[in-house]
């Protein structure tokens, strides 16, 4: 009973952090046809930036993350505008563009911060004691907070006008064009909203895990994988995608060990995409 | 070009321009072989490396640069192929003139597996199925630690040649076979193949083309051109590291054939020489290098997207038309 | 003027094919027989399956069940190029050129075996069939020009010409009309009916049906997937079921 409350939380915190990353990466691409790179850049980013200002400026640390993801999410927007904008017709370029950009990014980090790892104490420190067993109250955090975070989020498509006009954007954008609705600035908006989740993710599992200026490479991986597991451009896809690895994960992690987590991943995502490309909810995909 | 309209015939892939000249890029081999020889061991060190990634350059390009397929695990070949070298050599004391054809089979079989269960998915699903493929590999070197070295790698790889300036001859001989077999074929028929596959590949098929056949027979001799050189830069390097088989190294082969100019052949490997030397002159930059690297990639991306040696070739016709010298079309 | 239908055994056979997509009938039992030298019109309204119908005859699409035979040999289920080196020919409503490469190329594609490695005879060969085939169908005079700088009328004409390489025995013309105006109609049908006239088989799908009448004989008729009419134009035209579906008065008065 205990281990299965302990791998209950435990997925649950690592499929959120993964729901947080992939559902980015899922906007991204559903929106602005782009497969981002940096994801992986904005989640470190946004973590160093938090330990940055509560420490620099004596911040609160929920006032320090809130700052870290509003700055996160307008570099990703100017990102998106200054630098992908002009390439957005060359797919191949934007990659690469991506790719560098992240690495910019790192080596920056390196720059101010040092590559030695740091540790960060925890929001919620301590345990709670849940049915006779001690979860960390951290991770408790990390499944409430993304569950609030992808929650809004999913309000904000259904029902905003942003939210609808971003939607009207992935399936179709001439048609979107043609009506009004101004692209340019929901590609902006989806690169700030996703570099902004991408850096919640960072910031809240940053004092279970260390910061170091390549802890985004991992989660990277995780979320381009759970996208394609999930379907392209499907959003419902990411999410039960994320809570099928997460949990997938969290076994093979307790059952055998954590380091066959990725190749795990890995041999489903290639099997998807040689069997069915179109992934649990995605569209139907032609074959040559 | 003179015409936008009308392709003159050294721009037209399959036919026209003068057999021999279209070879001219190999001449750049002889060059750097010079400044090689006769320059420092730092500068030979260099072109060492200039030369490994050129070659996998070529590689990569004869097949995505013009059939428009990215595989975004070309580093799957190169890797295979050092690792079964290292491994052969370093830990079954085998001679390397078994290891490293063995390295290339190897890779060769790998391009064989990849081929049959990836070429048949298009698009965006390729690209992201090719990549997982070395990341699995990656996993595997872990799993496998004792043979294959884990996080380290392998090391105590013997080395062919003491002399650095050795080695560089090998592997600009092994850059110079890569780009006169890859110029010949992009510009035979099955290049041209490659370039319909681009432009259409349902089309291609309704023309009676065996689209699958032609883009396997293409995956499989772009990874023999990684392999050779990736087996090789075990031996010189006297070492393989995992590192080689992270996208990292297959997004900055891309890179490398992007900034140079990608589906020319020579553009990469101008390309890869200009990146990698830019990469070391700013070593003396210490701290900043990295970060100046990739910014200045992210500045030429932005600002030259075509890449490098197009603009660098069109200004270069343009000045010798408004001298009146007759280098035409056929000259570049 | 075709030549008459030989007595002989049907040229093509499409025999109760029926393709599903997930919900989707996209074709239901369509049986119908084409005889070598016929020139055959297929139109239905937007959506009824004809070029599905097409891309089942042709190979890119698997029927969901029935038969297609062609030459008396069963197709159905080969890849699309086996079919195509049979002498059964398609061409596309969108043409889509090869970029950054000449006509002449864009041509001679057409003409080249599966074979991947040559010595540049057979790229040769097929360059200068490429200019026979450019002659054919009239595209001589921009054989250096970039394909996709054409202007649409040409490229359907090469779109055609490309289909032709391979000397076919049988062509299947998916709109060649489409987006045309007047005098484009004209060079092109033109084109069409010389090839015809030199014994080629064609089954042709157009929505503009003056011009196609000027060069069928026989007609079928698609709607919802299924073959609700098969004749003459003129006893098309009168067809209550098709008027109904999809000429209404004035489109049956093009057919008389």
Partial sequence: ???????????????????????????????????????????????????????????????????????????????????????????????????????????????????????????????????????????????????????????????????????AVALNRTGAHLVGIPVRMAHATVMAISAGLASVAGIIISPINVLTPDMGLEPLLMSFTIVILGGIGSLRGSLVAALLVGYAGALVSFLWSPQLVTFMALVMVFGVLIFRPSGLFGLAVERA | ????????????????????????????????????????????????????????????????????????????????????????????????????????????????????????????????????????????????????????????????????????????????????????????????????????????????????????????????????????????????????????????????AQIGGPGTIVGPVLGSFLLVNLNEYLRAWTDLRLFVYFATLVLLLRFSPDGVLVPIARAIRRLFRRTGAPSGPEGI | MSAGPSAAAPFLEVERVTKQFGGLTALDAVSFVVRKGEVTGLIGPNGAGKTTLFNVISGFVPPTSGRVAFQGEAVTGLPPHAIARRGLARTFQIVRPFPGLAVQENLAVGGLSNRVFDTGRELAGARAAAEQVARRVGLLPWMERQATTLPHGLLKRLEIGRAIMMHPSLLLLDEPFAGLGGHEIDEVSDCIAELAAGGLTLVIIEHKLRALMRLVRRVIVLNFGRLIAEGSPREIGANALVREAYLGEKGAARLA
């Avoid at chain 2, 319909?196 to 293409?218: C, D, H, K, M, P």
């Fill in chain 2, 1 to 256: 070009m003179s015409d936008p309209q009308n392709l003159s015939p050294a721009d037209r892939l399959g036919g026209g321009g003068n057999n021999l000249r279209q070879y001219w890029p190999v001449l750049l081999v002889p060059v750097i072989g010079l400044i090689g020889w006769f320059g420092s061991q730092p500068v030979t060190i260099t072109l060492l490396y200039g030369a490994t990634w050129a070659t996998y350059a070529v590689g990569y390009d004869m097949f995505s640069g013009f059939s428009g397929r990215v595989n975004l695990g070309y580093a799957m070949f190169p890797a295979t192929a050092a690792y079964v070298t290292a491994a052969l050599s370093a830990r079954f004391k085998l001679s390397p003139f078994i290891s490293i054809p063995a390295g290339i089979a190897a890779a060769v079989l790998l391009a064989v597996l990849v081929g049959a269960l990836t070429l048949r998915i298009t698009g965006i699903y390729f690209a992201l199925s090719t990549s997982i493929i070395p990341l699995a590999l990656f996993q595997l070197t872990h799993v496998f630690g004792k043979f294959l070295g884990g996080e380290e790698g392998i090391w105590g790889v013997p080395p062919i040649f003491t002399d650095p300036r050795l080695d560089l001859v090998v592997v600009l001989l092994i850059l110079g076979a890569s780009m006169c077999f890859a110029l010949w074929y992009v510009r035979s028929k099955a290049g041209l193949v490659l370039r319909a596959i681009q432009g259409g590949e349902l089309t291609a098929q309704a023309l009676g083309l065996n689209t699958f056949r032609f883009l396997f027979v293409s995956l499989l001799a772009s990874s023999v051109i990684g392999a050779t050189a990736g087996a090789y830069l075990a031996h010189f390097q006297m070492l393989v590291a995992p590192e080689i088989l992270h996208i990292i190294t297959t997004l900055q082969i891309i890179t490398f």
């Fill in chain 1, 1 to 167: 009973m205990q281990t299965f409350l302990t791998i209950l939380v435990f997925g649950l915190a690592t499929s959120g952090i993964y729901a947080l990353m992939a559902v980015g990466v899922a906007l991204i691409y559903g929106v602005g046809r782009v497969i981002n790179f940096a994801h992986g850049a904005f989640y470190t980013l946004g973590a160093y930036l938090a330990y940055f200002y509560a420490t620099a400026f004596g911040l609160n640390w929920w006032v320090a993350s809130a700052l870290a993801v509003l700055s996160v999410g307008c570099l990703a927007a100017g990102f998106d505008q200054l630098l992908i904008e002009p390439l957005r017709e060359h797919e191949i370029l934007v990659w690469i563009m991506t790719f560098a950009f992240a690495f910019a990014i790192r080596e920056l980090i390196v720059l101010l911060f040092g590559a030695r790892p740091y540790s960060i104490p925890a929001f919620a420190p301590g345990s709670v004691s849940v049915l006779g067993q001690a979860i960390a109250s951290q991770r408790l955090l990390v499944v409430a907070v993304s569950g609030v975070a992808i929650g809004s989020l999913w309000i904000f498509l259904r029902s905003a006008r942003l939210g609808k006009a971003l939607r």
